[in-house]
């Protein structure tokens, strides 16, 4: 498959300072990351920060922003006022960033997380994603195992709630699938609302459990997204997420995944 809208996400070396963990992506053969949104990696409210360190390994290593994986939304659904005004000033800082480096998307997450509070930071998402317009970057809450995040429906409840297409979901088969929720039929159930994609592969073990694997070793197929994502219209990246560090390390392991990548 094509090669050329590829990412590495730098989650499996999120120990690691932003010079070593550009280096190792780069020599895979990556010319963009999914940059965590944590220290030491990337962070608009930590004084500790540097942001000219993270501009100088873009240029030294060549290795541009994809996608910048934040934490931001979590405090939408804070008790506090101020704390919910400060979880915006981090959205839309988050935002800038991301339109300064180029990314096209970055990736938030759905308040707490429960059902219960879905109404209560929809419109936050709404201001958030008016923003996320005006600067041209995306935002996508990613599929993890929670009540909405690992949900569908809840994921296509509040896509269509917010009722914007910079709003949507982060999809992310292998984790649907360790949430118990089947990658097709929930790529079917919000398919209009997919603004990034992130890639890794499991399988079941011989006691029945959902564990990952190397890519292309498991049951995912990959192809199949590829066809269905691009049959949206979707231009931007596929985000490769190596997250099988007891298989193989990450500093040998990403060249491969990209090399499996482009075999599939």
């Known amino acids: ?55 100088r390994v873009v240029d030294k290593y060549g290795v541009g922003l994809a996608n910048i994986g934040s934490y931001c939304g979590r405090g939408f659904s804070a008790e506090s006022e101020d704390e919910r005004k400060a979880a915006m000033d981090e959205m839309k800082m988050t935002l800038d960033v991301a339109t300064e480096f180029g990314a096209k998307s970055i990736r938030i997450f759905p308040g707490d997380g429960t059902l219960a509070s879905m109404d209560a930071v929809v419109p936050y998402f709404k201001e958030s994603a008016e923003y996320a317009e005006k600067v041209g970057v995306y935002m996508g809450i990613e599929n993890h195992g929670g009540e909405i995040s690992g949900n569908p429906d809840a994921c296509q409840e509040i896509s269509e709630k917010v009722g914007s297409s910079y709003f949507g979901i982060l999809y992310e088969p292998c984790n649907l699938m360790a949430a118990g929720s089947e990658y097709k039929s929930a790529f079917e159930t919000f398919k209009d609302h997919i603004v990034h994609v992130h890639v890794k592969d499991g399988l079941y073990n011989d006691e029945g459990e959902w564990e990952r694997c190397m890519l292309g070793d498991g049951v995912i197929d990959y192809q199949w997204v590829w066809d269905k994502v691009e049959g949206l219209g979707y231009d931007r990246d596929y985000a490769l997420e190596f997250e099988v560090g007891k298989i193989e390390p990450v500093e040998t392991g990403y060249k491969k995944w990209l090399e499996t990548w482009a075999a599939m």
Do not use: N, W
């Not at 940059?35 to 500790?48: A, I, K, Q, W, Y």
């Open 1 to 55: 498959m094509d090669v050329s809208r590829v990412s590495a996400c730098s989650f499996p070396l999120k120990e690691k300072d932003l010079d070593y963990t550009f280096q190792v992506i780069s020599e895979a053969g990556f010319d963009r990351i999914d940059l965590v949104g944590r220290m030491p990696h990337f962070s608009v409210t930590d004084p500790e920060y540097d942001m000219d360190e993270l501009r």
